[in-house]
């Protein structure tokens, strides 16, 4: 059972470049996340999907841009990468939105801009 | 808005019990998470409180006082493994859904 996957687990770009970060479940969950883990700053919701087909914006969402087109994937896009956007980038997903819904995160993704 | 507070570091023996604080100021509040991460690894669920009082789980217990806005997370029988990062989050309607918003994290060192 893979759970929540993430690819690629690192990456290094230069300002400017572009790249997608690709999230796969195999738990069929409507919901999916992306956060991003700064030093000292816990995660912070970047975007955020209700199902299929479906995105909205979240705490620190300028410079992202997402899809969710499958159910049971959501893509994190950088269009022209800045080195403030060096992070740790972290998938999770869970059943539906409700209290009592534990999120299940993906391993993560290092990313470094130059 | 939204605010998260707890303590940035906590140090702890093995064997010994240690309770780690979360405060939070939130609209629309709807519960409070406690989630584990160790270095370089994926946040994972601990526990959840919606209404005010103990939670237990084998080792770990949180606690939550809503008219206080406060919580705890308690883990007894410390060991090493469980040297790791410990996130509090509210869930709080944001904008049209309920989402969680996490603390900056307590890091829990435990020693011999």
């Known amino acids: 059972n893979a759970g929540v996957t993430q690819t690629p687990k690192f990456r290094v770009l230069k300002t400017g470049q572009s790249m997608t970060l690709l999230c796969a479940q195999d738990m069929n969950h409507e919901y999916m996340y992306w956060y991003r883990q700064d030093p000292g700053m816990g995660l912070r919701l970047i975007h955020y999907s209700v199902g299929e087909g479906t995105t909205a914006k979240g705490e620190v969402p300028d410079g992202y841009n997402v899809s969710r087109l499958k159910k049971q994937n959501f893509l994190l896009g950088l269009e022209s990468a800045a080195p403030s956007q060096t992070s740790v980038y972290f998938c999770?997903?869970?059943?539906?939105?409700?209290?009592?819904?534990?999120?299940?995160f993906g391993d993560g993704t290092r990313l470094s801009i130059l | 808005g939204q605010s998260l507070e707890q303590p940035s570091e906590v140090t702890a023996v093995e064997g010994a019990i240690v309770q780690i604080n979360c405060t939070y100021q939130t609209s629309g509040f709807y519960g409070l998470s406690w989630y584990q991460q160790h270095d370089g690894g994926a946040p994972t669920f601990l526990s959840y409180?919606?209404?005010?009082g103990l939670e237990e789980t084998g080792r770990f217990s949180s606690f939550l006082s809503r008219s206080d806005s406060y919580g705890y997370l308690l883990l007894q029988e410390l060991q090493m493994k469980d040297s790791a990062s410990y996130f509090c989050a509210v869930r709080a309607m944001k904008g049209g859904y309920n989402k969680l918003i996490f603390g900056a994290g307590t890091r829990l060192a435990v020693h011999p």
């Open positions: 409180n919606a209404l005010d």
């Open positions: 999770a997903s869970s059943n539906q939105g409700g209290s009592n819904q534990p999120q299940h």
